[in-house]
Structure formats: C-alpha cells, structure tokens
C-alpha cells in the first residue's frame, strides 16, 4: 500500500511539473498592484522574453453597420516587435494594405503609397510591446494616447477579474481605458475616445496556442455600435523576422 501511495504521489508532481512548464498554470501571481505604472510594470516582469517576439496569422474580417453584415474579407497580418504592424486587405496581390513601423502609419492602395502619417497604435503597445518595452517608455507613450494613468479602479470582464486603467468608474464607456486580466496580466480591452467618438475593442476567445496567450477574436465598437469582427486562424509565430515586411519600399513584394 505505501509503495502504491508513494507512486501515485510521484506521478502526481510530475503531472503538476509537467502542467505548469507547458504554461497552463500562470507563473506565481504578482502581488495586487494600486496604480497603473506598478501595472504596466507588472505586465512586463510577468511576460518580458516569455511573450512571442513574432506573430503571423490570416484573418476572417467581417464588417457591420446597423448590426447587418456588409462585407468580408480575408487579411493576412504579421506583428514584430517592437512596433511593427503589417497588413494586407484581401490578399497580397490586392495591393491593398498599411505598415505600422517607427510609429508612423503607411497606407497603400495599388501597391502605391498613399500616405505617412505619425501614430502610435494602442492595439500594438498594449498587446505586444508592453512586454518587451522598459515600462517607462509604454507609460511615456499610454500618456501620449490619452490613457489618464492616475486613475485605476477593478472591475469583471467575463466572468474574470481585471484591472481597469484610465477611469475610476467600470461603467464609463467613454473615457480612453484599458483593462487587464488580474491573474495573467494580459489586455482584454482598450477604449479610445478619438475626436469625441469612443471605440471600444475587446480582445476575446483568449487560447493556449503553442503555449501562447492568443485572442483569436476581436470585436470593435464604434460609439456603442459593432462595426467589425476579426477571426484568426492560421496562427503562427515565425522565429525569425524579415526587415522586409515592414519595408514600405518593399510592400509589393513582401510575404510571410
């Protein structure tokens, strides 16, 4: 009998080491934090060199208006980090696409460059530079976007406990804000308020994917209203970059 208790004990730790090296167990909790730069710091000690420097995924874009479906398309998208956002709009040879690099925004139709304009992208920092940025520059930038890092409060976004960032009332659906999950320490939500209309974006269906936190879908609010839904499928993460593909003299040719 001992010996039979005693095997089972063992396999028991191994199934438990085994569990929490495969990632499906968070690493220990962070101690509750009481202000936004102890968050964002948080953020970044929990994931820095854990977070997937490379992401490549196809997306299923399908856009609303009046709660009616009006369009879908399929993009192809790869995020590295820091910074670098490329997207094509219905295949590559539509010629149709952006590139978010250096923090400037570069839009493209025909495969010509229609404009460059400076922006910081708060879907890119908030989902993937946060934790490979020093904390002290995504909080130099979240104070360029608006985001109010004085005021934090707590909220349940569903049906886990998050931190919001940017408001002290949970219920303000107008105020720039983001919300992160209490325990995993990821986005699950960004308000934005630009020109006085608020968009709302939720990160949702987070999934283990290689061991990976992945939200495989997205949904976007305009002033309330459902405007879009990205759906991810044919996820990856390159181990490598290609300078290229974030090359706005080489968006024609660029794959991933």
Sequence with gaps: MKKILFTCACLACICLASF???GFNSPKK???VSNAHE???????????KWYPNFAFDQKAIFYEKDQV???EVWQEVYSQPGNLSIRFNGFESGNGIIFN????YTFHDNQLQSKVPQIHP???LLFDVYYLQPET????????GFNLDKMTQATWQGRDAYVVGTTDAQDNTTPQFWVDKERLYVVRVLTNPKGTPRD???NNYQLIDNNWVATDIVFKTDGKLTLKEEYFNIRFPKKSSPSWFDPEQFESARW
């Design 20 to 22: 929490s090296l495969m």
């Design 30 to 32: 962070d101690k509750s």
């Design 39 to 49: 968050l964002v710091k948080a953020m970044h000690n929990r994931w820095h060199k």
């Design 70 to 72: 009006t369009k879908e």
């Design 102 to 105: 250096n923090d400037s925004l």
């Design 123 to 125: 879907l890119i920092l």
């Design 138 to 145: 995504t909080i130099n930038k979240l104070n360029s976007l």
């Design 201 to 203: 974006v939720e990160m």
